[in-house]
């Protein structure tokens, strides 16, 4: 890691006075609360510090891009199975770990905390922090650096992550089925009890389409059994690529229709939750554990329908978010991630707002 430049970093923070916004490339600006305060950048801390890949470890610089992470992976055969997207083409591995956000293999492959074994933090003091490690069975001390992901940088600027990486699938296969929305929630949960190379799923505008990878074996086992109409790779890929990278056409009109007032909200349920009837544009992945909905419907009614369900709401785009992004926290809730922000940046230094306006 540099230590010049973290240690220019430290000096700033602790000098500071007013608050900083943390950011490597900005492609996840629009996430969270509205952004303020001095730039804090994290583009110097560019780089591989080490990477095993008998080991199946990478530790890398916060500031380092996705896309030139997964060109070293990709040539050992390797890759991050959570499937970060890389927003507008761009991404660094810092703001990866502090959005937690995953792409469509997060119900197969686990979220971005899953994958984070080790993290490197800079806290509102200026002192330099590790957490985890290299390895991954680590169970010594607190789980500081899978608390870091999803966290928005409201806890200390992330200077290096060490993540757990996995082999790229051998074969992969695309089906589609023309099916409503109830019947494709009920077959993803019919399938999701047997034991399927299912690595993906999406269902939109009366279609559900499921990504198999795995053995040639198994894969081709279960494309006999499920049926469906095979899509040809040089369609499927880009269609996979498009949706973890949120520039498919789902996204693109709902990019369209922010602009215009309404609003995309992400809502996280259990998999087991029925159809719901809202009004708008759906998008449903993770076998029904994530689903998008383009609306212009009130935000109360979002929240109501997520939580009558067992599930929360997002407000993951909108030109307002006077109503919150984040799902309201409960009164210990609150309490504990007031006492977490003060346990790390006293001063309230790191992204003030982001996750929620008192912290």
């Given at each position: 890691?540099?230590?010049?430049?973290l240690?220019?970093?430290?000096?700033?923070?602790?000098a500071a006075?007013a608050?900083?916004?943390?950011r490597?490339h900005?492609?996840?600006?629009?996430?969270g609360?509205?952004p303020?305060?001095?730039?804090l950048?994290t583009?110097?801390?560019?780089?591989?510090s080490?990477y095993?890949p008998?080991e199946?470890?990478?530790?890398?610089?916060?500031g380092?891009?996705?896309?030139?992470?997964?060109k070293v992976l990709?040539?050992?055969g390797?890759?991050?199975a959570?499937?970060?997207?890389?927003?507008?083409?761009?991404?660094?591995?810092?703001?990866m770990?502090?959005?937690?956000?995953?792409?469509?293999a997060?119900a197969?492959?686990g979220?971005?905390?899953?994958h984070?074994?080790?993290?490197?933090?800079?806290?509102g003091?200026?002192?330099?922090m590790?957490?985890?490690g290299?390895v991954?069975k680590?169970v010594?001390?607190?789980?500081v650096?899978?608390?870091?992901?999803?966290?928005l940088?409201?806890?200390?600027?992330?200077?290096?992550?060490?993540?757990?990486?996995?082999p790229?699938?051998?074969?992969?296969?695309?089906?589609?089925f023309?099916?409503?929305?109830?019947?494709?929630l009920q077959?993803?949960?019919?399938?999701?009890?047997?034991?399927?190379p299912?690595t993906a799923?999406?269902w939109?505008?009366?279609?559900?389409?499921?990504?198999?990878?795995?053995?040639?074996?198994?894969v081709?086992s279960a494309f006999?059994k499920l049926?469906g109409?095979l899509i040809?790779?040089?369609?499927a890929?880009p269609?996979w690529e498009?949706?973890?990278?949120?520039?498919d056409e789902?996204?693109?009109?709902?990019?369209?229709?922010?602009s215009?007032?309404?609003?995309?909200?992400?809502?996280s349920?259990?998999q087991?939750a029925?159809a719901?009837?809202?009004?708008?544009e759906q998008?449903?992945?993770w076998?029904g554990a994530?689903r998008?909905?383009t609306?212009?419907?009130?935000?109360?009614q979002m929240?109501?329908?997520?939580?009558s369900?067992g599930?929360?709401?997002?407000?993951?785009?909108?030109?307002?978010?006077?109503?919150?992004?984040?799902?309201?926290l409960?009164?210990?809730l609150?309490r504990?991630?007031?006492?977490l922000?003060l346990?790390f940046?006293?001063?309230?230094?790191f992204n003030?707002g982001r996750?929620?306006?008192?912290f």
């Amino acid at each position: 890691m540099t230590s010049r430049l973290l240690k220019d970093l430290q000096e700033q923070i602790r000098a500071a006075t007013a608050p900083f916004e943390v950011r490597g490339h900005g492609s996840k600006r629009f996430y969270g609360g509205e952004p303020r305060g001095e730039v804090l950048s994290t583009a110097g801390l560019s780089g591989i510090s080490s990477y095993e890949p008998s080991e199946l470890v990478v530790t890398v610089q916060a500031g380092t891009p996705i896309s030139e992470l997964e060109k070293v992976l990709a040539a050992q055969g390797q890759h991050l199975a959570f499937e970060p997207p890389r927003i507008n083409g761009e991404g660094t591995v810092g703001g990866m770990v502090a959005s937690g956000l995953a792409g469509p293999a997060r119900a197969n492959a686990g979220g971005a905390r899953d994958h984070v074994l080790g993290a490197t933090l800079l806290n509102g003091k200026g002192e330099l922090m590790n957490f985890g490690g290299t390895v991954m069975k680590n169970v010594a001390g607190y789980d500081v650096s899978r608390l870091l992901a999803g966290s928005l940088g409201v806890l200390g600027l992330i200077a290096e992550v060490s993540l757990k990486v996995l082999p790229r699938p051998v074969v992969q296969a695309t089906l589609r089925f023309d099916m409503d929305q109830a019947q494709a929630l009920q077959q993803l949960n019919r399938w999701g009890g047997q034991p399927l190379p299912i690595t993906a799923s999406a269902w939109w505008d009366g279609a559900l389409v499921l990504r198999l990878a795995g053995a040639e074996g198994a894969v081709r086992s279960a494309f006999h059994k499920l049926g469906g109409e095979l899509i040809p790779d040089s369609l499927a890929l880009p269609f996979w690529e498009g949706l973890r990278d949120q520039r498919d056409e789902f996204f693109v009109g709902a990019e369209r229709a922010v602009s215009a007032g309404a609003r995309l909200w992400r809502l996280s349920l259990p998999q087991t939750a029925p159809a719901l009837k809202l009004p708008g544009e759906q998008l449903i992945e993770w076998g029904g554990a994530q689903r998008w909905v383009t609306t212009s419907a009130p935000p109360a009614q979002m929240r109501e329908a997520a939580s009558s369900v067992g599930g929360h709401a997002t407000l993951y785009r909108a030109q307002d978010k006077s109503s919150g992004v984040f799902a309201p926290l409960s009164p210990p809730l609150a309490r504990i991630h007031q006492q977490l922000k003060l346990a790390f940046d006293p001063k309230g230094l790191f992204n003030p707002g982001r996750l929620y306006p008192d912290f």
